[in-house]
Nanobody
Framework: QVQLVESGGGLVQAGGSLRLSCAAS????????MGWFRQAPGKEREFVAA????????YYADSVKGRFTISRDNAKNTVALQMNSLKPEDTAVYYC??????????????WGQGTQVTVSS
């Protein structure tokens, strides 16, 4: 089992940056592909980014490609999401998640409690 705790959310102006962090506990963390998804009020959950177990393969939603970067440190059991050039439409609760399997971007075995990101125009 994997427990996930996100941090780093906040309020930022459009064009600004935020870095989200996810601290994981559990012996199987390094075996999981990890990802981030987000959910805005009244909208469906949306996949954002994923990274494979070793950290050398990443995948992004078209809406964030070129602006967001996902990374992981298996020695520290952490996953990060660097978000640059933020837009008001990026406003959402962001969740760190352990993917069910690579390529299945909307299926997660575990996820955290989420962290709020608000981008003002």
């Amino acid at each position: 089992q994997v427990q996930l705790v996100e941090s780093g959310g906040g309020l930022v102006q459009a064009g600004g940056s935020l870095r989200l962090s996810c601290a994981a506990s559990g012996r199987t963390f390094s075996s999981y592909a990890m990802g981030w998804f987000r959910q805005a009020p009244g909208k469906e959950r949306e996949f954002v980014a994923a990274i494979n177990w070793s950290g050398d393969i990443t995948y992004y939603a078209d809406s964030v490609k070129g602006r967001f970067t996902i990374s992981r440190d298996n020695a520290k059991n952490t996953v990060a999401l660097q978000m640059n050039s933020l837009k008001p439409e990026d406003t959402a609760v962001y969740y760190c998640a352990a993917l069910n399997r690579w390529g299945n971007w909307d299926a997660y075995d575990y996820w955290g409690q989420g962290t709020q990101v608000t981008v003002s125009s």
